[in-house]
């Protein structure tokens, strides 16, 4: 089954303490992407991929790093964790091909994430 | 800076009633643009539109596209308390080159609950 897998799904932590959202995909699809989703703000870009090796800043990078050493997985990491990164974070993957549905993403489960 | 704003914010409705919900967009380049409805978890895709005027449809759900005022429209009738859900309209710009990231900006969304 086609899917983009992110854990942990749940996460309650403190400030400071390094952590790691793992994302993987099936589909070998060039592009992932970070997202993090907060009430009214919809959904903004954190950083993404266009194939391995190869990251760059979305529109609120700041505070997280990345890296694709491998095709399928694209791992944010959060090194200092503060409360305003309490949110919703979604990984998503589409491939790069252009036509049919356009560059659809797919989307993980989604991993909420509350810094206290 | 690309741009897109739903409205309403939410919408409470009950069974069976009709619901338009709006997303109005600036984006220098126009591709698409994407509809999503998000339940409890990721946003699952409803439609891609590129070109003005022609309705797209999926069952008790449509869409159109009005490239000349920049907005689309989502209509849902007769709907069920299944259709609650965050809809989120999202646009995808021609990049200046194929290979520029950061793909879809999405608007904030509208919170749509059905009431039996």
């Known amino acids: 089954e086609a899917q983009v897998t992110q854990n942990p799904r749940y996460l309650i932590t403190v400030t400071g303490k390094k952590l790691t959202v793992t994302c993987s995909q099936n589909?070998?699809?060039?592009?992932m992407s970070w997202y993090r989703q907060d009430p009214g703000l919809g959904l903004r870009q954190i950083y993404y991929?266009?194939?391995?090796?190869?990251?760059d800043k979305g529109d609120v990078p700041e505070g997280y790093k990345v890296s694709r050493k491998e095709k399928r997985n694209f791992p944010l990491i959060l090194e200092s964790p503060s409360p305003n990164q309490t949110s919703l974070y979604f990984c998503a993957s589409s491939s790069q091909e252009w036509g049919g549905r356009g560059r659809e993403l797919f989307f993980g489960e989604g991993s909420r994430l509350t810094v206290l | 800076e690309d741009k897109v704003v739903q409205s309403p914010l939410s919408l409470v409705v009950h069974e069976g009633d009709t619901v338009t919900l709006n997303c109005s967009y600036e984006v220098t380049n126009f591709r698409s643009l994407l509809w999503y409805k998000q339940e409890k978890k990721a946003p699952t895709f409803l439609f891609m539109l590129?070109?003005?005027?022609i309705e797209k449809k999926s069952g008790r759900l449509s869409s159109i596209l009005d490239k000349k005022e920049l907005f689309s429209i989502l209509n849902i009738t007769a709907t069920q308390t299944g259709d609650s859900a965050v809809y989120l309209c999202?646009?995808?710009?021609?990049?200046?080159?194929?290979?520029?990231?950061?793909?879809?900006?999405f608007g904030g969304g509208t919170r749509l609950m059905v009431k039996p």
């Open positions: 590129t070109s003005s005027g």
């Open positions: 999202a646009v995808d710009p021609v990049r200046p080159s194929r290979n520029a990231g950061n793909m879809l900006t």
């Open positions: 991929s266009m194939n391995v090796e190869v990251t």
């Open positions: 589909m070998n699809h060039e592009y």
